[in-house]
């Protein structure tokens, strides 16, 4: 069975640049998060999803961060414009009902 | 908000050795989750628990769910080297359902061949 799938896998931008993260989650999963990870900070609770209705996003930094779910099988995290201590490791993560999440590999952001 | 306080850090074994690590929060959950990283990946759920004093097997992994429901504990025995990463412990706050988890900050096992 397909995990879930962000893409793309690294991206490396000019501060001032919009960037786009992309995540399906699990087919039939009707939770969709996102995390943000750094060494200092750990792992974040950015947004989180809920019949792709947002729920919380009171982990979102600032206005520069959007996050959308069309459908049920995509997302996206915006950042506009970046900045270079936006550079970090982000995930998404789905989970169905009460089960644990499910993380995807994560997007690699490096801002210069 | 609530916290999870994960211990130790870091450790580095040597192979075949036995591993033990904690979980401990000022408050109480209803469920406590192991998760392991692997460099350039992401968490991996390794053990749910879901009952005061549960003690689950994965393996070579176990895990336990503390009787006042504000520690956990995960032991690893006779580790090889591909356990290394970063575990976390993670729980959701309140004795909420999965909509939110919190994460402790993880301990990073290194294993010596």
């Known amino acids: 069975d397909a995990g879930v799938i962000q893409s793309p896998r690294h991206e490396v931008t000019e501060m001032g640049q919009e960037v786009t993260l992309r995540c399906k989650p699990i087919?039939?999963?009707?939770?969709l998060f996102w995390y943000r990870q750094t060494m200092m900070r750990g792992l974040e609770l950015l947004i989180y999803?809920?019949?792709?209705?947002?729920?919380?996003d009171s982990g979102m930094p600032e206005d520069r961060f959007s996050a959308k779910m069309p459908n049920a099988s995509f997302s996206t995290l915006k950042i506009q414009p970046s900045e270079p201590r936006d550079s970090a490791v982000y995930f998404c993560?789905?989970?169905?009902?009460?089960?644990?999440?499910?993380f995807g590999d994560g997007t690699r952001l490096s801002i210069l | 908000g609530q916290q999870l306080n994960q211990s130790p850090q870091s450790m580095f074994i040597q192979e075949g050795e036995d591993v033990s690590m904690n979980c401990t929060s000022s408050?109480?959950?209803?469920?406590w989750l192991w998760y392991k990283q692997d460099p350039g990946e992401g968490p991996v759920l390794l053990i749910a628990?879901?009952?005061?004093?549960e003690l689950t097997s994965n393996g070579r992994l176990t895990a336990q769910f503390g009787i006042t429901r504000k520690d956990s504990f995960l032991n690893i025995s006779a580790s090889i080297p591909s356990d290394v990463g970063i575990y976390f412990c993670?729980?959701?706050?309140?004795?909420?359902?999965?909509?939110?988890?919190?994460f402790g900050q993880g301990t990073i096992l290194t294993v010596h061949p």
């Open positions: 993560a789905s989970s169905f009902a009460g089960a644990p999440q499910h």
């Open positions: 087919s039939g999963h009707d939770y």
């Open positions: 999803f809920n019949n792709n209705v947002p729920i919380d």
């Open positions: 408050s109480t959950f209803n469920t």
């Open positions: 628990l879901y009952k005061a004093g």
């Open positions: 993670a729980g959701p706050p309140g004795g909420t359902s999965y909509g939110k988890l919190t």
